[in-house]
């Protein structure tokens, strides 16, 4: 008798542990329809979900990094630096301002392409930087992600553009970021097929293997014939492409661009990722706990303006929300063990 | 193929590399090829800001054809960043300095240490050193925009479009409802704005109602998400947006947008932004933004640059010589701002 309440205890204390975000994020959605209950609606859950979009792609690209046992503190200049290439090839011919004097409207296909290939090349210089010369990942994406702000600079400053904010989008480009199909929004059908992507490369594939076996001890991935150059340099490079993704989509949402678009999002994706269970170490991750970890703060700063909260104060919030999951999500593997 | 991989990324990281160094071996030899020239050390508090880079390059064009070199330094919004630059500018010994300052409570400092070197020092376009701290110094002065007039073409603007249509006031309640987005906490302009505006309408005799102040770092997106879920929230109450810029305006403009306003002249809400960017005019020119105003970066940069021309050539700054109003002690210059509406969208040109 005693036993079996104790072990129903404990049961009960390992399933708070074990799904402690999901708790904490239904809490969160509880209180904030308590005060107001229009929040359970699906204007909010479209909302959210929009918004949300762009911030998972961010972060499953931060979190192939993390599972490396990477660090990528770039993410987010690369997000501005994508959005400002894709906005200044997705003008339309009829802009009076446009960045490209005297151009043709171009298939969208067009912007979309060279920003990924840009965030390729990117990321792939990350990767060469980390993985063949040695440089502290949190070191060398830092000077990564100055180098593009600079870059993004000089070339949001070309005449006649002279940092003016982009706009005038071809109606394909900004339908790409506003539009929707059956009341889903595009870009929330993007997000989702990148993480049904995500999730098929880390869970189905060898590689996906690879990449967790490195990030949880990379002298053992090493000795059973891990090329590690070649893991880094995926990781990397698959990271610089969705941050591009994610840049893209932010431009042609909120149907503008300026070279300060995105800043801080590298700390928004490790934060989510971190929340959401990837560990810092390596090793650890998975898509469905990132997807929940971006969305927790999403409804975080939707919900507390929804209710009225000051700015202020949300991030008072966020800040105790993060410090409260890892410490939920640290004692969910000591229990374990 | 694993070799071509490597060796591209090598060249890539090479040619970047090389490319670094050219700009800084170019810029050790014009300092050395001008030992006799005349520097400006110029500390602006953010190269990223759309309106800082339009008045730097306003500054370089002015000083294309004069004879005065720019030394620019970025404080990256940092307050101990702006110092240090301060810092190495006068170890540089410029002979101009001019500072875009995020920390009014350096000022005293920093007109000291220009005393100190005897060189002038000139206060850009940010909050005024008070008149006992200007007046130490016969070579310390301030331009800037009048920053509350931005607030009160906003606040002007509102009042009008509610007097006109007695539809604004669109739950019935006789007041103002309005939401208010923030640029930055404690940054001046952001204040001015926000401050004016309201007194403004409060002014001409309406009732105001704040639904909400949202902190949107001056960035579209986040105002776009915030503002989505205000109306989400409370989509009859929004009479009026007041937004600190025009980025936070669009972003505003397009979370309307997205639920169903701007559709026809029933759905319109006024939306009023400040610094008339391109984008912000095109708004303006489609009908959804309502107004904004022109803190003329071209004429903030050319003037900036002609003070220190006067200055170099020993000569006194006053309305006459500079062009511009001069306060009558002789160090504070105010640049106006313009009201830009449908009705002269050509005034934004620059």
């Known amino acids: ?337 | 193929m694993k070799k071509l991989l490597s060796l591209s990324l090598a060249l890539l990281l090479a040619f970047t590399m090389t490319a670094c160094g050219d700009a800084s071996a170019s810029e050790e030899a014009g300092k050395a090829g001008a030992e006799e020239q005349l520097v400006a050390g110029m500390v602006w508090y953010n190269f990223g800001d759309t309106f800082i880079t339009a008045t730097r390059n306003a500054v370089s064009d002015a000083a294309e054809g004069g004879n005065i070199k720019i030394d620019a330094a970025d404080s990256q919004v940092d307050i101990s960043t702006q110092t240090n630059n301060i810092n190495n500018l006068l170890t540089k010994d410029v002979d101009f300095l001019t500072i875009n300052n995020i920390n009014p409570a350096g000022a005293p400092e920093y007109i000291a240490k220009a005393k100190e070197k005897d060189i002038p020092v000139i206060f850009v376009n940010c909050d005024s050193p008070s008149d006992e701290d200007l007046n130490s110094y016969d070579k310390a002065f301030h331009i800037s925009s009048a920053a509350e007039q931005s607030g009160y073409i906003q606040g002007d603007l509102a009042s009008q479009y509610w007097n006109e249509n007695p539809a604004a006031d669109r739950n019935g309640n006789g007041k103002m409802d309005y939401i208010m987005l923030v640029g930055m906490q404690g940054n001046y302009d952001s204040k001015m704005r926000t401050e004016k505006s309201v007194e403004r309408v409060i002014e001409n005799g309406i009732e105001v109602n704040l639904i909400q102040e949202a902190l949107c770092n001056w960035q579209r997106a986040e105002a776009q998400n915030q503002v989505a879920s205000i109306i989400a929230a409370r989509r009859d109450d929004i009479d009026v947006i007041f937004a600190n810029n025009d980025d936070m305006a669009l972003g505003a403009i397009e979370a309307l947008k997205a639920s169903g306003f701007f559709a026809d002249e029933d759905s319109y809400i006024p939306v009023l932004g400040v610094d008339a960017t391109k984008v912000g005019v095109e708004a303006i020119k489609e009908g959804t933004l309502m107004g904004s105003s022109l803190n003329n970066p071209v004429i903030l940069g050319s003037t900036v640059y002609k003070m220190i021309e006067l200055l170099s050539e020993g000569k006194e700054i006053t309305t006459e010589t500079l062009g511009r109003t001069v306060s009558e002690d002789g160090n504070h210059i105010w640049l106006d701002y313009v009201q830009i509406t449908a009705e002269n969208t050509e005034d934004a040109e620059y």
């Open chain 1, 1 to 337: 008798m005693v036993q079996s309440t104790g072990v129903k205890k404990k049961f009960n204390k390992q399933f708070f542990l074990n799904n402690g975000l999901y708790v904490v994020m239904l809490a969160l959605i509880a209180v904030i329809a308590f005060i107001s209950p229009k929040f359970l609606s699906l204007v909010v859950l479209r909302d959210i979900l929009m918004q949300s979009s762009t911030r998972i792609i961010v972060a499953l690209g931060c979190m192939f990094i993390l599972i490396a046992a990477g660090a990528d503190l770039s993410g987010g200049r690369m997000v501005g630096f994508a959005a400002v290439v894709s906005g200044s090839l997705a003008q339309a011919s009829t802009y009076s301002n446009p960045f490209f004097v005297n151009h043709a409207d171009l298939p969208i296909l067009v912007p979309v392409l060279v920003s990924v290939v840009v965030g390729l090349i990117i990321g792939m210089m990350n990767g060469y930087i980390v993985a063949k010369l040695d440089v502290p990942a949190f070191i060398a994406t830092l000077g990564t992600s100055m180098f593009i702000y600079g870059l993004n600079s000089l070339y949001f400053n070309l005449p006649p553009n002279n940092s003016q904010p982009l706009g005038g989008y071809q109606k394909a480009f900004t339908e790409l970021g506003a539009g929707s199909i059956a009341g889903i929004p595009f870009i929330t059908l993007i997000a989702l097929g990148c993480m049904v992507f995500v999730f098929i490369l880390l869970n189905k594939t060898c590689l996906g293997k690879e990449i967790y076996a490195v990030g949880g001890n990379e002298e053992a991935a090493k000795f059973s014939g891990i090329n590690i150059f070649k893991i880094q340099m995926f990781v990397y490079s698959m990271a610089g492409v969705l941050y591009a993704l994610a840049g893209v989509l932010e431009a042609a949402r909120t149907g503008s661009a300026t070279s300060n678009y995105g800043a801080g999002y590298e700390l928004d994706a490790i934060a989510s990722c971190i929340v959401g269970g990837c560990s810092i170490t390596g090793g650890v991750g998975t898509v469905q706990g990132v997807f929940v970890g971006v969305l927790i703060f999403n409804v975080i700063s939707y919900g507390l303006t929804f209710i009225g909260v000051s700015s202020y104060w949300q991030n008072v919030v966020k800040g105790i929300i993060i410090v409260a999951a890892v410490a939920i999500d640290v004692r969910k593997y000591r229990t374990k063990s």
